[in-house]
């Protein structure tokens, strides 16, 4: 028995009750289901409360559940560590946005595959917010640089940036990561690059969605909250070695 349907209503009345503490409209603020583990009938399950945006953090897992999902009208996006060698799978999955993009070469490569294939995609931009080593991402002072190289690629849209923030109790050192994140995006908008839009900051989790909403977060990413606890822990995700 699970309580998916439940969580969703109660995260949904969380997302609002931040919003207006932080006199902003609930509805700038997007739901991304984390699925990564999840299987398709429950990911079917919370589609069908009305939400629809998910994100997977594997290509493997994409596959997996393409065929089954894919009558169900939904969203994607890409939340995982991407390889270089995986950039042409990832393209045949209707993946509308990859978040987790947070190196030159990688967006060359994908600048390549969708020049190839006659298609576009949006991204954000990656950034370790946390400078802890285990999480992947540009550095901060390197994210102007990276968004203006990308911004000459034509096949890639960026449309914010993203960041998964400090694992902390201490939600003050966790709030200063999302401001770090609004900062660096205000400093992109300031600089007027042609091309590359600013409006997403995705940024908070099942621990720290309020904290992130209160800093502007327009997607969260929630697993835990709505899913359940994994049976892998998050290292097997966010780590090159996996
Ligand atoms: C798993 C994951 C999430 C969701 O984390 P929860 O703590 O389960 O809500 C969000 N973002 C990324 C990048 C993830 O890998």
Not at 91 to 106: A, G, H
Request: aromatic share 6%; charged share 25%.
């Amino acid at each position: 028995m699970n309580h998916i349907i439940e969580n969703i209503q109660s995260i949904r009345l969380r997302i609002k009750a931040a919003a207006e503490k932080a006199n902003r409209d609930p509805a700038s603020i997007k739901l991304l289901l984390a699925t990564k583990t999840v299987l398709p009938e429950n990911i079917k399950t919370a589609l069908l409360t009305g939400e629809t945006l998910i994100g997977e953090n594997k290509v493997q897992e994409l596959k997996e559940k393409f065929e089954a999902l894919k009558d169900i009208p939904h969203e994607k996006h890409f939340i995982g560590h991407l390889q270089t060698n995986k950039i042409k799978d990832i393209l045949k999955y209707n993946v509308s946005c990859i978040q987790s993009i947070d190196r030159l070469e990688l967006a060359e490569k994908l600048q390549q595959r969708l020049q190839f294939e006659k298609k576009k995609i949006d991204v954000l931009v990656q950034v370790n917010t946390s400078a802890e080593a285990s999480k992947f991402g540009v550095a901060p002072a390197a994210t102007m640089a990276l968004t203006k190289a990308i911004a000459a690629f034509d096949n890639i849209s960026i449309k914010g940036l993203m960041t998964i923030g400090l694992f902390s109790a201490e939600t003050q050192k966790v709030r200063q990561c999302f401001q770090l994140l609004k900062h660096i995006q205000q400093q992109i908008i300031a600089e007027n690059i042609p091309g590359v839009k600013m409006q997403e900051l995705s940024m908070g989790m099942s621990g720290d969605m309020a904290t992130a909403i209160e800093e502007g977060a327009t997607i969260i990413r929630v697993g835990t909250a709505i899913f359940g606890q994994r049976i892998y822990t998050d290292s097997y995700y966010w780590n090159e070695q996996s």
